[in-house]
Antibody
């Protein structure tokens, strides 16, 4: 069964750092396009970052320079390293696998992990 | 940065047809996708590549796209269709992903 399970969410102070992880089963993360998407309380979905199978990465303007997406191939895991956290980064963070039809789109999602940035 | 625009809310009675629109400048060249999100749950894909329905999604869900606007249609909406619906696409480069602001569908 294809499954994604996020972990690492926590309460962190403004300016702090956090690493989120997403453990995959049923497929290989390194062969896939993988994205992080977040949802602030009561707000809509916001795409955060993507890593392609060739290692190319892209980021939303709101996190560029502060967040880094990476993979741990030995653990079949996707990571999101978050630095210089701000109150507006408070959200549930979802990881998602992207599949290819005529283009890439997210077909499998995890249940999300909550991040709260507050003093 | 690229944006997709959706109406904040749509309301229909059970059995009526609900239409949710999504506008974006790159939609003539990029596919639209639609996700359903029920409260507290992860999003679920209901339409991909403008008009295709994944397996397991009821036939009452359909999609179309023309010019800069994509539309999700729920024919004969049911109470269980109440949820937030998000359109999704990419910018003209294909690398920046973007979600619309979401539309809350009320069926009552």
């Amino acid at each position: 069964e294809v499954q994604l399970v996020e972990s690492g969410g926590a309460l962190v102070q403004p300016g702090g750092s956090l690493r989120l992880s997403c453990a995959a089963s049923g497929f290989t993360v390194s062969s896939s396009y993988m994205s992080w998407v977040r949802q602030a309380p009561g707000k809509g979905l916001e795409w955060v970052s993507v890593v392609y199978s060739d290692g190319t990465t892209y980021y939303a303007d709101s996190v560029k320079g502060r967040f880094t997406i990476s993979r741990d191939n030995s653990k079949n895991t996707l990571n999101l390293h978050m630095n210089s956290l701000r109150a507006e980064d408070t959200a549930v963070y979802f990881c998602a696998r992207e599949t290819f039809g005529d283009f890439f789109y997210m077909d499998v999602w995890g249940k999300g992990t909550p991040v709260t940035v507050s003093s | 940065s690229y944006e997709l625009t959706q109406p904040p809310s749509v309301s229909v009675s059970p059995g009526q047809t609900a239409r949710i629109t999504c506008s974006g400048d790159a939609l003539p060249k990029r596919y639209a996708y639609w996700y359903q999100q029920r409260s507290g749950q992860a999003p679920v894909l209901v339409i991909y590549e403008d008009s295709n329905r994944p397996s397991g999604i009821p036939e009452r869900f359909s999609g179309s796209s023309s010019g800069t606007m994509a539309t999700l249609t729920i024919s004969g909406a049911q109470v269980e269709d109440e949820a937030d619906y998000y359109c999704y696409s990419t910018d003209s480069s294909g690398n920046q992903r973007v979600f619309g602001g979401g539309t809350k569908l009320t069926v009552l």
